[in-house]
Each structure stands twice: as C-alpha cells, then as structure tokens.
C-alpha cells in the first residue's frame, strides 16, 4: 500500500523505503532523494516542464535533486512525487492536472484556461552502472550522459541529447534537435521538427525528422534487421561499415541518391532514385527517404 509523507523542511531529504512506498512534497521545498536500484531495473523521471539531466553516479545509490523555479505560487503548483516499484524507482514532477505513472504523467480532469501557471523544474538524477533509464519532459531538454544500460529519452518540446549509453537507446523529440553519441546497442531516433545526429559502434538503427537533416553513422551491424531513415524536408546520409551487405533503395523528390558503394542496380537508373544490391545481399535492407534532399550511403 503506498505511504504517503508529510514534509515540512525547506529542503528534504528523502531515503528509500520499502517496494510500494510513495514520497511527496510540493515544489516550494526542493526535492532530495537516494536510494539503491538492481542491475536491470529501470529509474523512470517524468516532468511536465523543464529539463531533465542524467549522470553516472560514484556509488551504488540512484541520486535525485530537484528543484523548481518560479514565484512562491508557481512552485508551490508542482508537485515531486518518488514512487518505488518491483523493477525499480519513478520519480514524477507535475501540476494538479496531472498524475504519476510507470509510464509516463497521466492527465486528470480539466486543465486551467490560459498559460501553464506552475513552474519550471530542474531534474539531476546520478545513476549507478548497469540501471536503465526513462527520462521524459513535457516541455524541456533532456540530456544524458554515459548510462551504464538501456536508455529511453523524450521530449515534447526541447532537445534530446544521449552521449554514451551501455545499452540501446530510443529518443525523441516532438519539436526539437535529437543526438546519440557512443552509443553501444541498437539505436532509434526520431524529431518531429529538428536535426537527428546518430553515432553508434553497433546497428541497427533507425532515424527520421519530419523537418530537418538526418545523418546516422554505425561502426558495425547486428543481424539483418531492415532499417529505415527518412526526413520530410532535409538531407539524409548514412555512413555505414566497408563490408556492408544488402540491400540498398534510395529515394528522393527532389533531390540526389548517392552511394559509395558498388551496386547492381535494378530497374532504370535515376538520378533520384538507387535500388540494388550490395555484395551478396544477404543482410539487411537499408531505405533512404526524403522528400526534399539528398539522400546518401557512405563508407565509414
């Protein structure tokens, strides 16, 4: 049964308690909290506006700070809430038209009319290698850095930043610029208005911008999972490993196909267009699209 606490210090610390357990305090009382999560298990931070940081840690404890910026009214409509869970932690700032969830901030009744009247907050979370992580805002950038497991990152409105992850990495931006560095497992990207940058040591990956350039560089490829990268309105170009084999189909509006690699094309060559194969074309389909830009397949 969850329990919750009643906090009166201008600046709290929270310690762990049993699996189940709740936390809260408003955001007029800045939010402190630590606590041991397993190998495996997720660390899930969820803020309705602003932004979000993800660090390694130097212990064996997952470390929350937030705090929220605004007038004595605004802070004190957000809310800080630590749920602990069988898999792990969710660590929740929102306003009173929303609620705490596994998954992500769940909208409750009627909103006010008007402008966002809370304010904005500041997650730090420091993570213990091997923990995966969430980390979601509504309004806000999002930025993480060396996660020592899976990553999932998003924003509905701010840039998404994954600079070095153990696992595989999914980020999103509904309107913002999307990069992943270093990362070490499978990759999918996406903005729906912005610039997606992708660097991975191991495929496969799939990247795509409603508005904005695309570019998309693997080390090597795992199996033979089709991958796909497209944008709307910009350049697409994906370097890919010296021994690549499979498929290519480059397709373009308005625009140049390219590729590097030496292909048996099939059907009419165009200028807007390549379709063919690589080697034996035993791996896996790789489709540039874009509907007005370049689209290019390089050697790494």
Known sequence: MLRPLSLALPAVLLLALPAGAQQRTTGDRDLDWRGRVRDGDWVRVFSHKGEIRVM?????????????????????????EVIEREDGVTICAHDERQRCEED???????????????????????????????????????????????????????????????????????????????AHGGVRASSGNGRVRVSTSQGPVRASSGNGSVEVRMASIAGTEDMQFSSGNGRVVVYLPDDFDGELDLTTGHGEAYTDFPVTVRGRLQKSRIQGTVGSGRGPRVRLTSGNGDVEVRKM
Do not use: C, K, M
Not at 65 to 79: D, I, L, N, P, Q
């Open 56 to 80: 390694p840690g130097s212990g064996d404890e997952v470390e929350v700070h937030g705090v929220a910026r605004g007038s004595s009214a605004e802070r004190e409509r957000v809310t800080f």
């Open 104 to 182: 992500g901030l769940e909208s409750v009744g009627r909103g006010w009319s008007g402008r966002d009247r809370s304010a904005n907050v500041i997650l730090t979370v420091r993570l213990p290698r091997g923990v995966h992580v969430n980390a979601a805002s509504g309004n806000g950038d999002v930025h993480v850095e060396r996660a020592g497991g899976d990553v999932r990152a998003s924003s509905g409105n701010g840039s998404v930043e994954v600079l070095g992850a153990a696992g595989s990495v999914q980020a999103s931006s509904g309107n913002g610029a999307v990069t992943v560095d270093q």
